[in-house]
T-cell receptor
Framework: GDSVTQMEGPVTLSEEAFLTINCTYT??????LFWYVQYPGEGLQLLLK?????DKGSNKGFEATYRKETTSFHLEKGSVQVSDSAVYFC??????????FGQGTRLTINP | DAGVIQSPRHEVTEMGQEVTLRCKPI?????LFWYRQTMMRGLELLIY????????DSGMPEDRFSAKMPNASFSTLKIQPSEPRDSAVYFC?????????????FGPGTRLTVT
């Protein structure tokens, strides 16, 4: 079946550092791609999404571009903050039903 | 809106006991999903319902697990008998029928510990 592979964590950065979390998917066709964020003690929240090739999703300073040629959807942020510390999940979905999630990447930002 | 409500938030039980996790989806949402999250396996979809009907239960680990959705505002996930390897955080999520795949709203989760 389809799968999503994320950069293994944990990732630890200093405040204001540049962030990249890699994500690749295996689904054929044109799935929709998403990044969810999970803050401590909470459920997942949709962070950003892209529904077609070359689309860029963005939210809260985070960005990710749908790259069909490399089947990737890497998450980036130019300057991270302590409040960005969380677990980040990449996911893909085809049709209107279930999502396939990556294993999650734990991010810790030190002041 | 109160969001997706799950109870209990924490459950500690002994091996062999029955465990029932509960979920109240967002009012008006017609799809409901149960997920399990562990360090080893990440986030796994166990089962999902559309209009109270189970659509895909291929993620349910084994017969010890069962899920029901007797009405549009309530669902349960039951484990009987429970085992230590069932220890995980269980999330419920809901989605409006007209929503696209990504528009799932997650509850805060139930942390289950089986000793």
């Amino acid at each position: 079946g389809d799968s999503v592979t994320q950069m293994e964590g944990p990732v630890t950065l200093s405040e204001e550092a540049f962030l990249t979390i890699n994500c690749t998917y295996t689904a054929t066709g044109y799935p929709s791609l998403f990044w969810y964020v999970q803050y401590p003690g909470e459920g997942l929240q949709l962070l950003l999404k892209a529904t077609k090739a070359d689309d860029k999703g963005s939210n809260k300073g985070f960005e990710a571009t749908y790259r069909k040629e490399t089947t990737s959807f890497h998450l980036e942020k130019g300057s991270v903050q302590v409040s960005d510390s969380a677990v980040y999940f990449c996911a893909e979905g085809q049709g209107a039903q279930k999502l396939v999630f990556g294993q999650g990447t734990r991010l810790t930002i030190n002041p | 809106d109160a969001g997706v409500i799950q109870s209990p938030r924490h459950e500690v039980t002994e091996m062999g006991q029955e465990v029932t996790l509960r979920c109240k989806p967002i009012s008006g949402h017609n799809s409901l999903f149960w997920y399990r999250q562990t360090m080893m396996r990440g986030l796994e979809l166990l089962i999902y319902f559309n209009n109270n009907v189970p659509i895909d239960d291929s993620g349910m680990p084994e017969d010890r697990f069962s899920a029901k959705m007797p009405n549009a505002s309530f669902s349960t996930l039951k484990i009987q008998p429970s085992e230590p390897r069932d220890s995980a955080v269980y999330f419920c999520a809901s989605r409006a029928t007209s929503g696209r795949a990504e528009e799932q709203y997650f509850g805060p989760g139930t942390r289950l510990t089986v000793t």
